[in-house]
């Protein structure tokens, strides 16, 4: 069993950045592709990046490309989201996510549904003003 926990949320004004941090259990942390989803009031939730199992891929959603950054640093078993230039329209309750080394036999994906992964987060709150 994985277990993830998200910090680094918080308020912030619309131009500003966070850094989101994932911290996971376990000794085989490398072994796993991560991502990032959120989910605002009202709405699904909602993939934001994914990175490969080495950090090498990266993959992220539309409406955070080019303003957003995954990484990760698996000596210290967290994996991290650079958000920058935020908007309102970011606002949401941001989760972490991990899949099983089982169900990985590439170690160059990136997955980008829920039903991809295996872990979650409790999750941290965003909320950008404007």
């Known amino acids: 069993q994985v277990q993830l926990v998200e910090s680094g949320g918080g308020l912030v004004q619309a131009g500003g950045s966070l850094r989101l941090s994932c911290a996971a259990s376990?000794?085989?942390?490398?072994?796993?592709?991560m991502g990032w989803f959120r989910q605002a009031p009202g709405k699904e939730r909602e993939f934001v990046s994914a990175?490969?199992?080495?950090?090498?891929?990266?993959y992220y959603a539309d409406s955070v490309k080019g303003r957003f950054t995954i990484s990760r640093d698996n000596t210290k078993n967290t994996v991290f989201l650079q958000m920058n230039s935020l908007k309102p329209e970011d606002t949401a309750v941001y989760y972490c996510?991990?899949?099983?080394?089982?169900?990985?036999?590439?170690?160059?994906?990136?997955?980008?549904?829920?039903?991809?992964?295996?872990?979650w987060g409790q999750g941290t709150q965003v909320t950008v003003s404007s």
């Open positions: 996510a991990a899949r099983s080394e089982r169900r990985t036999h590439y170690s160059g994906s990136v997955y980008y549904t829920e039903s991809d992964y295996d872990y």
């Open positions: 376990g000794r085989t942390f490398g072994k796993y592709p």
């Open positions: 990175v490969s199992q080495g950090g090498g891929r990266t």
